[in-house]
Protein backbone atom coordinates (compact mmCIF):
# COMPACT_ATOMS: atom_id res chain seq x y z
CA UNK A 1 0.00 0.00 0.00
CA UNK A 2 1.20 3.23 -1.22
CA UNK A 3 0.69 6.36 1.87
CA UNK A 4 2.21 9.25 0.12
CA UNK A 5 -0.36 11.91 0.87
CA UNK A 6 -0.62 11.01 4.18
CA UNK A 7 3.01 11.67 4.91
CA UNK A 8 3.06 14.50 3.25
CA UNK A 9 0.15 15.59 5.57
CA UNK A 10 1.78 14.67 8.45
CA UNK A 11 4.62 16.58 7.64
CA UNK A 12 2.90 19.43 6.94
CA UNK A 13 0.66 18.91 10.39
CA UNK A 14 4.01 18.24 12.09
CA UNK A 15 4.92 22.19 11.97
CA UNK A 16 1.65 24.02 13.71
CA UNK A 17 0.44 20.70 16.03
CA UNK A 18 2.63 18.99 18.21
CA UNK A 19 4.25 15.64 17.19
CA UNK A 20 1.14 16.05 14.38
CA UNK A 21 -1.42 15.07 16.74
CA UNK A 22 -4.12 15.71 18.53
CA UNK A 23 -3.52 12.48 20.98
CA UNK A 24 -0.21 11.27 21.06
CA UNK A 25 -1.12 7.45 20.25
CA UNK A 26 -2.47 8.17 16.69
CA UNK A 27 1.27 9.46 15.87
CA UNK A 28 3.00 5.38 15.42
CA UNK A 29 6.15 6.41 18.14
CA UNK A 30 5.62 2.62 19.46
CA UNK A 31 5.69 1.10 16.13
CA UNK A 32 7.42 3.58 13.89
CA UNK A 33 6.60 4.78 10.51
CA UNK A 34 4.33 7.89 9.61
CA UNK A 35 0.49 7.76 10.69
CA UNK A 36 -2.80 7.48 8.24
CA UNK A 37 -4.05 10.49 7.72
CA UNK A 38 -8.00 9.15 7.00
CA UNK A 39 -10.59 10.77 4.54
CA UNK A 40 -13.78 9.23 5.49
CA UNK A 41 -15.24 5.73 7.22
CA UNK A 42 -18.30 3.79 6.81
CA UNK A 43 -19.19 0.50 8.54
CA UNK A 44 -16.38 -1.47 9.16
CA UNK A 45 -13.96 -0.43 7.37
CA UNK A 46 -12.01 3.44 7.00
CA UNK A 47 -10.64 4.72 3.43
CA UNK A 48 -7.30 7.10 4.03
CA UNK A 49 -6.52 9.63 1.37
CA UNK A 50 -4.50 7.37 -0.49
CA UNK A 51 -7.45 5.84 -1.49
CA UNK A 52 -6.37 2.66 0.64
CA UNK A 53 -9.19 0.77 2.29
CA UNK A 54 -8.40 -0.73 5.38
CA UNK A 55 -10.71 -3.15 7.76
CA UNK A 56 -11.07 -1.13 11.27
CA UNK A 57 -10.24 -2.43 14.62
CA UNK A 58 -10.02 0.84 16.43
CA UNK A 59 -13.24 1.81 15.46
CA UNK A 60 -12.28 5.21 17.28
CA UNK A 61 -10.81 3.63 20.23
CA UNK A 62 -14.37 2.22 21.31
CA UNK A 63 -17.08 4.42 20.45
CA UNK A 64 -18.39 3.23 16.87
CA UNK A 65 -19.80 -0.01 18.32
CA UNK A 66 -22.00 0.11 15.35
CA UNK A 67 -19.56 0.86 12.93
CA UNK A 68 -18.48 3.99 11.25
CA UNK A 69 -21.15 6.61 9.95
CA UNK A 70 -24.28 4.65 11.66
CA UNK A 71 -27.51 6.19 9.74
CA UNK A 72 -29.77 6.52 12.80
CA UNK A 73 -26.64 8.37 14.25
CA UNK A 74 -25.53 10.52 11.42
CA UNK A 75 -29.08 11.81 10.84
CA UNK A 76 -29.73 12.50 14.39
CA UNK A 77 -26.90 14.74 14.64
CA UNK A 78 -27.61 16.51 11.45
CA UNK A 79 -30.83 17.32 12.20
CA UNK A 80 -30.36 18.58 15.65
CA UNK A 81 -27.54 20.64 14.01
CA UNK A 82 -30.30 22.37 11.81
CA UNK A 83 -31.54 24.05 15.13
CA UNK A 84 -28.57 25.35 16.32
CA UNK A 85 -25.13 23.95 18.08
CA UNK A 86 -25.25 25.28 21.52
CA UNK A 87 -27.20 27.55 24.07
CA UNK A 88 -25.89 27.28 27.37
CA UNK A 89 -29.18 26.33 28.54
CA UNK A 90 -31.34 23.54 29.35
CA UNK A 91 -33.17 21.18 26.56
CA UNK A 92 -35.12 18.40 26.81
CA UNK A 93 -32.71 15.88 24.92
CA UNK A 94 -30.54 15.99 28.44
CA UNK A 95 -33.38 14.62 30.64
CA UNK A 96 -34.16 12.01 27.59
CA UNK A 97 -30.71 10.88 27.17
CA UNK A 98 -30.27 10.44 31.05
CA UNK A 99 -33.38 8.50 31.56
CA UNK A 100 -32.38 6.07 29.05
CA UNK A 101 -29.17 5.54 30.43
CA UNK A 102 -30.54 5.25 34.21
CA UNK A 103 -32.89 2.42 32.51
CA UNK A 104 -29.46 0.69 30.70
CA UNK A 105 -27.19 1.12 33.51
CA UNK A 106 -28.07 -0.84 36.82
CA UNK A 107 -27.57 0.90 40.16
CA UNK A 108 -27.69 4.41 39.25
CA UNK A 109 -30.45 7.05 40.19
CA UNK A 110 -28.61 10.25 38.11
CA UNK A 111 -25.87 11.28 35.76
CA UNK A 112 -24.68 14.22 34.80
CA UNK A 113 -22.81 14.46 31.30
CA UNK A 114 -19.33 16.40 30.20
CA UNK A 115 -17.66 16.31 27.18
CA UNK A 116 -14.50 13.29 27.48
CA UNK A 117 -13.68 10.21 29.98
CA UNK A 118 -11.25 12.22 31.71
CA UNK A 119 -13.25 14.89 32.34
CA UNK A 120 -15.74 12.30 33.91
CA UNK A 121 -12.48 10.25 35.62
CA UNK A 122 -11.42 13.78 37.42
CA UNK A 123 -14.99 14.82 37.95
CA UNK A 124 -15.64 11.19 39.64
CA UNK A 125 -12.63 11.76 41.81
CA UNK A 126 -13.68 14.99 43.21
CA UNK A 127 -17.39 13.87 43.87
CA UNK A 128 -15.66 10.83 45.99
CA UNK A 129 -13.50 13.31 47.93
CA UNK A 130 -16.49 15.44 48.61
CA UNK A 131 -18.55 12.79 49.47
CA UNK A 132 -16.14 10.74 51.90
CA UNK A 133 -14.27 14.04 53.02
CA UNK A 134 -10.97 12.12 52.24
CA UNK A 135 -7.85 13.00 50.14
CA UNK A 136 -6.66 9.99 48.66
CA UNK A 137 -7.20 7.58 45.96
CA UNK A 138 -5.98 4.15 44.86
CA UNK A 139 -5.31 3.22 40.92
CA UNK A 140 -4.31 0.62 39.43
CA UNK A 141 -0.87 0.30 37.57
CA UNK A 142 -1.35 -0.07 34.21
CA UNK A 143 -5.39 1.51 34.40
CA UNK A 144 -5.92 4.65 32.47
CA UNK A 145 -8.64 7.29 33.84
CA UNK A 146 -7.65 10.26 31.48
CA UNK A 147 -4.99 12.31 31.47
CA UNK A 148 -5.79 14.49 34.54
CA UNK A 149 -2.78 14.70 37.06
CA UNK A 150 -3.71 12.76 39.57
CA UNK A 151 -4.24 9.88 37.37
CA UNK A 152 -0.46 10.43 35.52
CA UNK A 153 1.20 8.49 38.45
CA UNK A 154 2.17 5.69 36.15
CA UNK A 155 -0.68 5.53 33.90
CA UNK A 156 -0.99 3.21 30.94
CA UNK A 157 -1.48 3.33 26.85
CA UNK A 158 0.28 7.06 25.76
CA UNK A 159 2.13 7.10 28.60
CA UNK A 160 3.76 3.62 28.97
CA UNK A 161 3.73 3.87 24.99
CA UNK A 162 6.31 7.00 25.27
CA UNK A 163 8.11 5.49 28.62
CA UNK A 164 7.19 8.09 30.92
CA UNK A 165 5.26 6.76 32.96
CA UNK A 166 5.09 9.93 35.06
CA UNK A 167 4.68 13.24 33.14
CA UNK A 168 6.26 16.40 34.37
CA UNK A 169 4.16 18.61 35.42
CA UNK A 170 2.50 16.47 37.49
CA UNK A 171 3.14 17.69 41.43
CA UNK A 172 4.62 15.80 43.93
CA UNK A 173 1.88 17.38 46.15
CA UNK A 174 -1.17 15.95 43.59
CA UNK A 175 0.99 12.60 42.95
CA UNK A 176 1.25 11.77 46.96
CA UNK A 177 -2.37 11.45 47.22
CA UNK A 178 -2.83 8.85 44.87
CA UNK A 179 -1.69 4.88 45.77
CA UNK A 180 -0.48 2.62 42.99
CA UNK A 181 -2.23 -1.19 43.52
CA UNK A 182 -1.39 -4.10 41.50
CA UNK A 183 -4.12 -5.22 38.87
CA UNK A 184 -5.82 -8.64 39.79
CA UNK A 185 -3.43 -8.49 43.65
CA UNK A 186 -6.12 -8.39 46.77
CA UNK A 187 -3.86 -8.51 49.31
CA UNK A 188 -1.62 -5.49 47.57
CA UNK A 189 -5.12 -3.61 47.74
CA UNK A 190 -5.86 -4.62 51.69
CA UNK A 191 -2.17 -3.70 52.76
CA UNK A 192 -2.78 0.32 51.16
CA UNK A 193 -6.26 0.52 52.87
CA UNK A 194 -4.65 -0.75 56.18
CA UNK A 195 -1.78 1.24 55.90
CA UNK A 196 -3.90 4.42 55.21
CA UNK A 197 -6.86 3.93 57.69
CA UNK A 198 -9.70 6.35 56.86
CA UNK A 199 -7.59 8.22 54.49
CA UNK A 200 -8.94 6.88 51.27
CA UNK A 201 -11.81 8.39 49.45
CA UNK A 202 -12.27 5.97 46.61
CA UNK A 203 -10.45 3.05 44.40
CA UNK A 204 -10.69 4.00 41.20
CA UNK A 205 -10.39 0.97 38.46
CA UNK A 206 -11.15 -0.33 34.73
CA UNK A 207 -13.54 -3.37 35.90
CA UNK A 208 -11.82 -4.91 32.32
CA UNK A 209 -8.83 -3.27 31.89
CA UNK A 210 -8.52 -1.94 28.37
CA UNK A 211 -5.15 0.25 28.04
CA UNK A 212 -2.55 -2.57 28.94
CA UNK A 213 -4.05 -4.59 26.44
CA UNK A 214 -7.32 -6.69 27.43
CA UNK A 215 -6.80 -7.70 31.06
CA UNK A 216 -9.84 -9.72 32.09
CA UNK A 217 -10.35 -9.25 36.45
CA UNK A 218 -9.45 -12.35 38.02
CA UNK A 219 -12.70 -14.32 39.52
CA UNK A 220 -13.51 -12.86 42.71
CA UNK A 221 -11.19 -9.57 42.25
CA UNK A 222 -13.93 -7.20 42.02
CA UNK A 223 -16.36 -8.64 44.54
CA UNK A 224 -12.95 -8.26 46.74
CA UNK A 225 -12.85 -5.07 46.01
CA UNK A 226 -16.47 -4.37 46.54
CA UNK A 227 -16.24 -5.82 49.74
CA UNK A 228 -13.31 -4.24 51.08
CA UNK A 229 -14.43 -0.49 50.20
CA UNK A 230 -18.23 -1.13 51.97
CA UNK A 231 -15.80 -2.47 55.03
CA UNK A 232 -13.74 0.87 54.67
CA UNK A 233 -16.39 3.68 53.90
CA UNK A 234 -14.50 3.81 50.44
CA UNK A 235 -16.33 4.41 47.23
CA UNK A 236 -15.87 1.90 44.30
CA UNK A 237 -15.79 4.06 41.17
CA UNK A 238 -15.73 2.02 38.32
CA UNK A 239 -14.55 3.43 34.93
CA UNK A 240 -16.82 2.04 32.39
CA UNK A 241 -15.83 4.56 29.81
CA UNK A 242 -14.38 1.57 27.47
CA UNK A 243 -16.65 -1.17 28.94
CA UNK A 244 -20.01 0.63 29.40
CA UNK A 245 -22.25 0.24 26.73
CA UNK A 246 -20.00 -2.24 25.44
CA UNK A 247 -19.64 -5.60 26.89
CA UNK A 248 -23.19 -5.36 28.14
CA UNK A 249 -26.37 -3.06 28.07
CA UNK A 250 -25.33 -2.33 31.54
CA UNK A 251 -21.61 -2.30 31.21
CA UNK A 252 -19.06 -4.58 33.78
CA UNK A 253 -21.62 -4.06 36.44
CA UNK A 254 -24.02 -6.12 34.90
CA UNK A 255 -21.52 -8.43 33.27
CA UNK A 256 -20.29 -9.02 36.71
CA UNK A 257 -22.91 -8.30 39.08
CA UNK A 258 -21.08 -5.82 40.92
CA UNK A 259 -22.49 -2.77 41.90
CA UNK A 260 -20.01 -0.07 42.00
CA UNK A 261 -20.65 3.40 43.88
CA UNK A 262 -19.67 5.86 41.20
CA UNK A 263 -19.29 5.09 37.12
CA UNK A 264 -18.25 6.93 34.84
CA UNK A 265 -18.86 6.63 30.76
CA UNK A 266 -17.58 7.95 27.35
CA UNK A 267 -16.78 6.27 24.22
CA UNK A 268 -19.45 4.94 22.89
CA UNK A 269 -22.14 6.95 25.16
CA UNK A 270 -21.53 9.77 22.94
CA UNK A 271 -21.63 7.83 19.28
CA UNK A 272 -18.35 9.35 18.30
CA UNK A 273 -19.18 13.17 19.49
CA UNK A 274 -17.03 14.50 22.98
CA UNK A 275 -19.33 12.74 25.30
CA UNK A 276 -18.46 11.51 28.78
CA UNK A 277 -20.68 11.21 31.53
CA UNK A 278 -20.42 10.23 35.45
CA UNK A 279 -23.64 8.81 37.53
CA UNK A 280 -24.55 7.48 41.22
CA UNK A 281 -27.27 6.68 43.24
CA UNK A 282 -28.97 9.96 44.32
CA UNK A 283 -27.41 10.10 48.02
CA UNK A 284 -24.14 10.61 46.25
CA UNK A 285 -24.94 12.94 42.89
CA UNK A 286 -26.85 15.28 45.14
CA UNK A 287 -23.64 16.21 46.28
CA UNK A 288 -22.76 17.81 43.23
CA UNK A 289 -23.33 21.69 42.17
CA UNK A 290 -25.94 23.40 42.27
CA UNK A 291 -27.87 20.77 44.73
CA UNK A 292 -24.36 20.42 46.86
CA UNK A 293 -21.10 22.05 47.31
CA UNK A 294 -19.24 19.73 45.15
CA UNK A 295 -18.34 22.14 41.98
CA UNK A 296 -18.45 20.60 38.64
CA UNK A 297 -19.71 22.43 35.46
CA UNK A 298 -19.22 22.73 31.80
CA UNK A 299 -19.67 25.40 29.06
CA UNK A 300 -20.57 22.88 26.09
CA UNK A 301 -21.46 20.03 28.76
CA UNK A 302 -25.00 18.63 27.18
CA UNK A 303 -24.01 20.08 24.12
CA UNK A 304 -27.27 19.01 21.79
CA UNK A 305 -25.57 17.51 18.82
CA UNK A 306 -23.45 15.04 21.64
CA UNK A 307 -26.61 14.46 22.81
CA UNK A 308 -28.23 13.75 19.34
CA UNK A 309 -25.48 11.29 18.38
CA UNK A 310 -25.75 9.55 22.01
CA UNK A 311 -29.26 9.14 22.67
CA UNK A 312 -29.96 7.63 18.63
CA UNK A 313 -26.62 5.60 19.76
CA UNK A 314 -27.89 4.04 22.67
CA UNK A 315 -31.36 3.98 22.13
CA UNK A 316 -29.99 1.08 18.95
CA UNK A 317 -28.06 -0.99 21.95
CA UNK A 318 -31.29 -0.34 23.68
CA UNK A 319 -33.97 -1.45 21.06
CA UNK A 320 -31.54 -4.67 19.90
CA UNK A 321 -29.59 -5.92 22.43
CA UNK A 322 -28.81 -9.09 20.66
CA UNK A 323 -25.87 -7.00 19.65
CA UNK A 324 -23.74 -7.67 22.80
CA UNK A 325 -24.19 -11.50 22.27
CA UNK A 326 -23.43 -11.32 18.26
CA UNK A 327 -20.14 -9.01 19.27
CA UNK A 328 -18.79 -11.94 21.64
CA UNK A 329 -19.27 -14.43 19.14
CA UNK A 330 -17.68 -12.52 16.75
CA UNK A 331 -14.91 -11.72 18.89
CA UNK A 332 -14.56 -15.54 20.36
CA UNK A 333 -14.62 -16.48 16.10
CA UNK A 334 -11.42 -14.15 15.43
CA UNK A 335 -10.26 -15.39 18.80
CA UNK A 336 -9.96 -18.66 17.42
CA UNK A 337 -8.75 -17.69 14.19
CA UNK A 338 -5.95 -15.95 15.35
CA UNK A 339 -4.71 -18.59 17.89
CA UNK A 340 -4.52 -21.05 15.67
CA UNK A 341 -2.86 -19.21 12.77
CA UNK A 342 0.13 -18.05 15.34
CA UNK A 343 0.27 -21.67 17.40
CA UNK A 344 0.64 -23.15 13.53
CA UNK A 345 3.25 -20.76 12.69
CA UNK A 346 5.17 -21.60 16.51
CA UNK A 347 4.94 -17.93 17.31
CA UNK A 348 4.95 -17.03 21.19
CA UNK A 349 1.22 -15.41 22.12
CA UNK A 350 -1.40 -14.65 24.62
CA UNK A 351 -4.78 -13.63 23.19
CA UNK A 352 -7.24 -12.02 26.26
CA UNK A 353 -10.56 -11.56 25.76
CA UNK A 354 -13.92 -10.56 27.20
CA UNK A 355 -16.91 -9.14 24.85
CA UNK A 356 -15.85 -7.30 22.20
CA UNK A 357 -12.57 -6.37 23.12
CA UNK A 358 -9.56 -8.57 22.06
CA UNK A 359 -5.46 -7.69 22.46
CA UNK A 360 -2.65 -10.09 21.40
CA UNK A 361 0.48 -10.27 23.02
CA UNK A 362 3.57 -11.25 21.95
CA UNK A 363 4.63 -13.45 25.33
CA UNK A 364 3.55 -16.94 26.73
CA UNK A 365 3.39 -15.41 30.06
CA UNK A 366 -0.01 -15.23 31.38
CA UNK A 367 -1.09 -11.56 30.64
CA UNK A 368 -2.88 -10.38 34.68
CA UNK A 369 -1.29 -7.30 35.29
CA UNK A 370 0.82 -4.27 33.76
CA UNK A 371 4.14 -6.01 34.68
CA UNK A 372 3.20 -9.68 32.49
CA UNK A 373 1.70 -7.09 29.67
CA UNK A 374 4.93 -5.40 29.42
CA UNK A 375 6.88 -8.38 28.70
CA UNK A 376 5.34 -9.05 25.52
CA UNK A 377 7.74 -8.84 22.74
CA UNK A 378 7.84 -5.35 21.15
CA UNK A 379 9.20 -6.16 18.00
CA UNK A 380 7.15 -9.18 17.47
CA UNK A 381 4.50 -6.28 17.88
CA UNK A 382 5.79 -4.27 15.70
CA UNK A 383 6.29 -6.30 12.92
CA UNK A 384 2.81 -7.60 13.43
CA UNK A 385 1.38 -3.96 13.22
CA UNK A 386 3.06 -3.09 10.04
CA UNK A 387 2.36 -6.69 8.56
CA UNK A 388 -0.85 -6.91 9.53
CA UNK A 389 -1.71 -2.92 7.87
CA UNK A 390 0.15 -4.21 4.64
CA UNK A 391 -2.86 -7.15 4.37
CA UNK A 392 -5.48 -4.21 5.10
CA UNK A 393 -6.53 -4.75 8.74
CA UNK A 394 -5.81 -1.95 10.76
CA UNK A 395 -4.98 -2.69 14.69
CA UNK A 396 -4.23 0.20 17.36
CA UNK A 397 -0.64 1.30 16.30
CA UNK A 398 0.46 -0.30 20.16
CA UNK A 399 0.76 -3.39 22.28
CA UNK A 400 -0.69 -1.76 25.12
CA UNK A 401 -3.55 -0.97 23.45
CA UNK A 402 -6.98 -3.27 22.69
CA UNK A 403 -8.83 -4.00 19.41
CA UNK A 404 -12.78 -2.94 19.39
CA UNK A 405 -14.65 -5.21 17.27
CA UNK A 406 -18.09 -3.59 15.93
CA UNK A 407 -21.22 -5.05 14.47
CA UNK A 408 -20.91 -3.81 11.32
CA UNK A 409 -17.64 -6.29 11.42
CA UNK A 410 -18.95 -9.31 8.73
CA UNK A 411 -17.59 -13.38 9.32
CA UNK A 412 -15.84 -12.40 5.96
CA UNK A 413 -13.74 -9.78 6.92
CA UNK A 414 -13.04 -11.82 10.36
CA UNK A 415 -11.79 -14.63 7.84
CA UNK A 416 -9.72 -11.80 5.78
CA UNK A 417 -8.26 -10.70 9.03
CA UNK A 418 -7.10 -14.34 10.11
CA UNK A 419 -5.70 -15.09 6.62
CA UNK A 420 -3.91 -11.38 6.66
CA UNK A 421 -2.64 -12.57 9.90
CA UNK A 422 -1.61 -16.18 8.70
CA UNK A 423 0.47 -14.49 6.43
CA UNK A 424 2.10 -11.82 8.41
CA UNK A 425 2.50 -14.77 10.99
CA UNK A 426 5.26 -16.39 8.59
CA UNK A 427 7.83 -13.14 8.87
CA UNK A 428 7.67 -12.73 12.21
CA UNK A 429 9.43 -16.44 13.09
C1 LIG B 1 -10.45 6.50 26.89
C2 LIG B 1 -10.50 6.32 28.34
C3 LIG B 1 -10.54 7.40 29.23
C4 LIG B 1 -10.37 8.82 28.76
O1 LIG B 1 -11.39 9.25 27.94
P1 LIG B 1 -11.12 10.51 26.97
O2 LIG B 1 -12.45 10.73 26.33
O3 LIG B 1 -10.04 10.09 26.04
O4 LIG B 1 -10.71 11.64 27.83
C5 LIG B 1 -10.74 7.15 30.58
N1 LIG B 1 -10.86 5.89 31.03
C6 LIG B 1 -10.81 4.82 30.22
C7 LIG B 1 -10.98 3.45 30.79
C8 LIG B 1 -10.61 4.99 28.86
O5 LIG B 1 -10.51 3.92 28.06
New binding site residues.
Partial sequence: MIYKRSSALFSEAQRVIPGGVN?PVRAFNAVGGDPIFVEKAKGAYLYDVDGNTLIDYINS??PMILGHAHKPVVEAVVEKAKKGTSFGMPTQIETEIAELAISMVPNIDKIRFVN??????MSAVRLARGYTGRDKIIKFAG?????SDSFLIQAG?GAITFGTPNSPGVTKGTAKDTLLATYNDLNNVAKLISENENEIACIII?PVA??MGCIPPAKGFLNGLRQLCRENGILLIF?????GFRLAKGGAQELYNIDADIV?F??VIGGGL?V?AFAAREEIMNHLAPLGPVYQAGTLSGNPLAMAAGLAMLKELNKNQKIFDSLTAKTEYLHNGLGSVLTQNSIDHTINRVGSMISVHFSETPVTNFDTAAIGNNETFKKFFHGMLSEGVYIAPSAFETWFLCEALSYEDLDKTIEACNKVATTLA
Avoid at 116 to 121: D, I, K, L, M, P
Avoid at 143 to 147: L, M, N, T
Fill in positions: SWGSGTEACCYHGHSEGNDEVMTTGKPG
